[in-house]
């Protein structure tokens, strides 16, 4: 990928405190992960870039370091998201998805299929990427309406509302899912991601869209 010079004057501050900063967002990763479908705040106090939702940008600064591949849809390729993130983790942008350990996809791009991403494998599974999704907005769903979320870390099952995502996004992305299933424990864990929250979905949780 084309690397242009950064003004580093215009790129803003990471967490004010690394450590705490870091490991609040970490906490919420895993709160999201441990009970998919659970909506979880993701306060911080980072300088984030001007393209890419907030929640997004701050939950890859504490997951990436200079050991990390990140895949970044076009839209955020061209952005100062690139830029930050190379700064604050020492990230490498690669190209190809399946490169890839982390990904960001923003909310008007098209997302490649996810069996584009690393898999992992039977015997290393955490080998395999995660995705962060931009969404306008997440809201718990009720009987009628959202996707319904089933599998560990969820009682019985859960709603979700996935507000302003096209429906055939919706359903491509739900069908990707899908078909991973029988490839388990190999998969692409996944997170949804608006300006100030987040919602877990690991490779484990079974998404049904209502209609």
């Known amino acids: 990928m084309n690397r242009t010079t950064t003004d580093l004057s215009k790129v803003g501050a990471g967490f004010s405190d690394l450590a705490l900063g870091s490991q609040a967002v970490f906490r919420a990763a895993l709160e999201a992960l441990s009970?998919?479908?659970?909506?979880?705040?993701?306060?911080?106090?980072?300088?984030?870039?001007?393209?890419?939702?907030?929640?997004?940008?701050?939950?890859?600064?504490?997951?990436?370091?200079?050991?990390?591949?990140?895949?970044?849809?076009?839209t955020l390729a061209k952005s100062d998201a690139a830029a930050w993130?190379?700064?604050?983790?020492?990230?490498?942008?690669?190209?190809?998805?399946?490169?890839?350990?982390?990904?960001?996809?923003?909310?008007?791009?098209?997302?490649?299929?996810?069996?584009?991403?690393a898999q992992g494998s039977d015997t290393c599974p955490d080998q395999s990427a995660t995705c962060v999704v931009d969404v306008p907005s997440l809201a718990d769903g009720d009987d009628s309406e959202g996707w319904t979320l089933r599998g560990p870390g969820i009682r019985t099952?859960?709603?979700?509302?996935v507000d302003g995502l096209p429906p055939e996004r919706a359903e491509k992305l739900i069908a990707q899912r899908a078909a991973?299933?029988?490839?388990?424990?190999?998969?692409?864990?996944?997170f949804l991601?608006?300006?100030?929250?987040?919602?877990?979905?690991?490779?484990?949780?079974?998404?049904?869209l209502e209609h």
């Open 35 to 74: 009970h998919p479908g659970r909506i979880v705040d993701l306060p911080h106090d980072a300088e984030v870039p001007r393209h890419g939702h907030a929640a997004s940008a701050a939950l890859l600064l504490a997951l990436l370091d200079p050991d990390c591949k990140l895949w970044l849809s076009p």
């Open 85 to 117: 993130l190379r700064f604050h983790c020492g990230c490498v942008i690669v190209e190809d998805p399946s490169q890839a350990q982390f990904a960001w996809i923003a909310g008007g791009d098209e997302a490649p299929a996810l069996e584009r991403f």
């Open 180 to 190: 991973q299933q029988a490839a388990f424990p190999r998969g692409v864990d996944l």
């Open 157 to 161: 099952e859960t709603r979700l509302c």
């Open 193 to 208: 991601a608006t300006e100030h929250q987040i919602v877990g979905l690991p490779r484990t949780t079974h998404i049904e």
